[in-house]
C-alpha cells in the first residue's frame, strides 16, 4: 500500500529533544509501516522544506521526505489560479500569496508522481485541511487528531481517528462527518518501555514528572504542591523534559525544593529510570492522550494526571492505575492530598505494579497500533 504521511519532520523526536507525543507517534507509524514492506513518503507540511531527501526513521529503515514547497512554474498556471481562488481563508498579502502558491504545487506534484492510495494527516490544525480542499483531494484522506483543541475544517476528511475514546467524544459531535467515520486507536509505546525489568514497590524512590516543561502540562502546580507540603520532600522530584517554563524549575531549585531537573532523556535511559520510579504526576491542564502516562504505566509506574484519561485508561485496563486531577478546577492543595493517595495506595510490594506493567504493555503495544491502522485503511481504499 502507497501511503503519504503528512507530519513534522524537523520536530519529530529523532531531530528535536522536544518533540511531543504527536511527533513520536506519526513518526512510529511511519517506521513500523516501512519495516511492514508498505510504501512511504513524508511531506513535512507545515516545514518549509525544498528539497527531496532520504529520513532515516530507524537504523537501515529510511523513508523519502518530499519538497514541501516547490517553485510554481507557467505549467502551474493552468490550475493554480483557480487553486488559489479557492483557498479559505484567502491569502493575505503577497509573502502568503507566495507561500501558498509554493505549497499548492508542492501538494498537486506529490500526490500526482506517488500516487498515495492514502493520505495521512497528523496535524489537526492548518496548512493542510485549506490545501487539500482547493486542489479537491477527495476520497483518501484520514486525519489523526492528536490535539486538545477542535482543529480546522474537519469535515474534508473521509475518516478522523482520536487518540483516545474521550477526545472522540469531547470533539467528535462537533465535526460534521458521519460519526461512524470517526474512531480512536490508542497511541503505543516505544520498545524501551515494553522490554524494561520493574522494579519491586519496596526498591522504589521518587516522583517524576515527564513532558514538556510548561504550564499546560501543569508544571507550576506540582512545584506549588511541593511548596505547600514538605512532607512531599521525603520524595524527590525529578523532572524529565524540556519547554518554556523551565525557568520554574529553577526556581524552585533555589528555594530549596528537592527538585532535579534532568532535561531531555532518551527512550532508553527514560525507561530505566522509570523502572524505579514511584510514581508519576503529570497534573495536566489539557492532554489529548498523554504517552506520557502510558510509558510510566507499561514501567508499572501508577499516575497522578489528566482525570478523562485516567478514568478512562482504568476502564479499558479493568485495573487501578492512579488518581485522577483536572488541572483545570483544581487546585496544588488538592494536588497534594491526590498525590498522598496514591503513594498511599501504591506502597505495598510489586505485584500490582507488574500486572500494571503487563497490561498495559499488551494494551499499547506497537503491533496493535498499526495493525488497527491498517485495517482502517484496507476499510477505505475497499482492499
Known amino acids: 500500500m502507497r501511503i503519504l504521511q503528512i507530519h513534522p519532520m524537523m520536530k519529530s523526536e529523532a531531530l528535536s529533544p522536544a518533540a511531543g507525543g504527536m511527533a513520536g507517534a506519526s513518526l512510529q507509524l511511519t517506521r513500523l509501516l516501512v519495516e511492514r514492506g508498505h510504501e512511504v513518503q513524508v511531506l513535512p507540511i507545515p516545514e518549509g522544506v525544498g528539497s527531496r531527501e532520504l529520513w532515516e526513521v530507524a537504523p537501515g529503515r529510511a523513508v523519502e521526505v518530499a519538497a514541501a514547497m516547490h517553485i510554481s512554474g507557467w ?23 507566495l507561500y ?23 496535524l489537526a490544525r492548518r496548512p493542510f485541511p485549506r490545501l487539500a480542499q482547493a486542489l479537491g483531494l477527495r476520497g483518501n484522506l484520514l486525519l489523526t487528531h492528536h490535539h486538545g483543541e477542535a482543529g480546522d475544517s474537519l469535515e474534508g476528511y473521509d475518516r478522523i481517528v482520536f487518540p483516545s475514546a474521550s477526545a472522540r467524544e469531547r470533539i467528535a459531535p462537533r465535526i460534521p462527518i458521519p460519526q461512524d467515520r470517526i474512531r480512536h486507536i490508542y497511541n503505543p509505546v516505544s520498545y524501551p518501555f515494553a522490554r524494561c525489568e520493574p522494579a519491586s514497590g519496596n526498591s522504589r524512590e521518587g516522583i517524576w514528572f515527564v ?60 525507561a530505566g529510570k522509570l523502572a524505579a520510579a514511584k ?102 481504499t475497499g482492499s
Open 75 to 97: 505549467r502551474e498556471m493552468s490550475w493554480l489560479p483557480g487553486a488559489l481562488m479557492c483557498l479559505r481563508p484567502r491569502p493575505d498579502g503577497p509573502k502568503n500569496l
Open 211 to 270: 513532558g514538556a516543561v510548561r504550564r499546560r502540562k501543569g508544571i507550576d502546580l506540582l512545584l506549588d504542591a511541593y511548596r505547600l507540603d514538605h512532607g512531599l520532600w521525603n520524595e524527590p522530584l525529578y523532572i524529565c523534559g524540556v519547554g518554556e517554563d523551565a525557568d520554574l524549575v529553577q526556581q524552585a531549585v533555589r528555594e530549596g525544593i528537592p527538585a532535579r531537573w534532568l532535561g531531555h532523556l532518551s527512550q532508553e535511559q527514560l
Open 279 to 380: 510514581l508519576a504526576v503529570v497534573p495536566s491542564r489539557l492532554e489529548g492522550f498523554s504517552i506520557a502516562i502510558l510509558e510510566a504505566l507499561c514501567c508499572g509506574v501508577p499516575v497522578v494526571g489528566w482525570a478523562p484519561q485516567i478514568k478512562e485508561l482504568e476502564t479499558f485496563l479493568g485495573m487501578p492505575v492512579g488518581r485522577s486531577f483536572d488541572g483545570r478546577t483544581q487546585t496544588p492543595a488538592e494536588l497534594v492530598e491526590i498525590i498522598h493517595e496514591a503513594l498511599r495506595q501504591w506502597s505495598g510490594g510489586g505485584g500490582l505494579r507488574l500486572r500494571l506493567a503487563t497490561a498495559a504493555r499488551d494494551a499499547f503495544s506497537e503491533e496493535r497500533y498499526v495493525a488497527a491502522y491498517l485495517d482502517l485503511y484496507r476499510e477505505m
Open 100 to 122: 501558498d502558491s509554493f505549497a499548492l504545487t508542492a501538494l498537486r506534484r506529490e500526490v500526482k508522481l506517488f500516487r498515495p492510495q492514502i493520505i495521512h494527516n497528523h
